[in-house]
């Protein structure tokens, strides 16, 4: 058996049994699965009104990351974080996992939750690629759009990284999420916290593809866009770490340019995890989406 057959074989193994754990050894259920094809993903909604804020995470982690920032926007409009497939309640999704499969599964999530829109989408590092495929699929059903330190389609190519073959919970922020000592890893449920690492993991290896599916869906709806990019260094310690840090910065300020009816804003005391650093920065850049899209219908 070739090494790669032998690592599908254990990512397999290691998802049935945690698919198959007893289900005291889940923390309660926060929300509702909605059946996509055979299997469900989880979903939670609060508040009310139009338009729905619908939230994608970044890579590695969960709808949990985002409770804070749903319950804060949660009094402005009805906002939904959900969990891609692997992650959080959610089952384990068919392969390959990449940015236009979850677009597609993100369509039959809102139908099967009866969610028909219009959507303020924000979507965190490698969930920037999602919505914007989301968005180029459906852009009647956009009201706007939130990038926080958003993944950019040509990232991989301008700084000539290599995905890993093996994935160990090390690496450069840009491939892959980080797994430290963080409050947020470290107070997450430990089933959910192995089920991130294994859901990342089946990403990462979709991640060359997501962004060839961004560059193919390139159609942004002409929507209020807001861009919030770290002001701390995720380089810190090398000695090209000035020179990438303003490449990320510029890559930025390209995503900023997809709309014309955008800003950029900074968050001065966050690196890449901007909605666990400065959570209220994401809070106002969602409200005032909301708000400049009900201005505009």
């Known amino acids: 058996m ?25 923390p309660p259920i926060p929300g509702e699965r909605y059946d996509v094809g055979g299997y469900s993903i989880h979903m939670l909604c609060r508040g009310q009104g139009e338009p729905t804020v619908l ?4 890579l590695g982690d969960d709808s949990t990351d985002w409770f804070e920032i749903q319950n804060d926007t949660a009094a402005e409009t009805r906002v939904c974080v959900f969990d891609r497939p692997g992650y959080g309640w959610s ?19 809102i139908q099967k939750a009866k969610i028909p829109g219009p959507f ?4 965190h590092s490698f969930g920037g690629y999602n919505i914007r495929v989301f968005a180029a699929q459906n852009p009647g059903k956009i009201a706007g759009m939130v990038l926080v330190d958003a993944s950019h389609e040509k990232q991989y190519e301008i700084f000539d990284i290599s995905l890993p073959q093996h ?19 470290l107070n997450k449920h430990r089933v959910l916290r192995e089920r ?7 990403e990462i290896s979709s991640l060359y593809e997501s962004a ?3 560059e193919q869906f390139n159609q942004f709806p002409k929507v209020p866009l807001i861009v919030i990019s770290r002001g701390k260094s995720e380089w810190l310690g090398r000695v090209d770490a000035e020179a990438k840090e303003q490449t990320w910065a510029r890559l930025q300020q390209d995503l900023w340019k997809l709309s014309p009816i955008s800003q950029q804003v900074f968050a001065p005391r966050s690196g890449h995890d901007i909605h666990l650093d400065q959570p209220e920065v994401v809070v106002t850049a969602i409200t005032d989406v909301v708000t400049m899209s009900r201005v505009m219908n």
Do not use: T
């Open 2 to 26: 070739c090494l790669k057959s032998i690592q599908f074989l254990l990512f397999f193994i290691a998802v049935v049994l945690l698919s198959s754990a007893r289900a005291n050894e889940f």
């Open 55 to 58: 939230i994608d995470a970044g």
């Open 91 to 109: 089952d384990a999704g068919p392969q390959p996992r990449n940015s236009l499969r979850i677009s597609n599964e993100i369509e039959k999530l």
């Open 120 to 123: 303020v989408l924000v979507g």
């Open 167 to 185: 994935f160990d919970r090390k690496g450069n922020i840009l491939v892959m999420p980080k797994y430290g000592d963080s409050d947020s890893v």
């Open 196 to 202: 991130a690492f294994h859901a990342a993991r089946a």
């Open 212 to 214: 060839r599916q961004v």
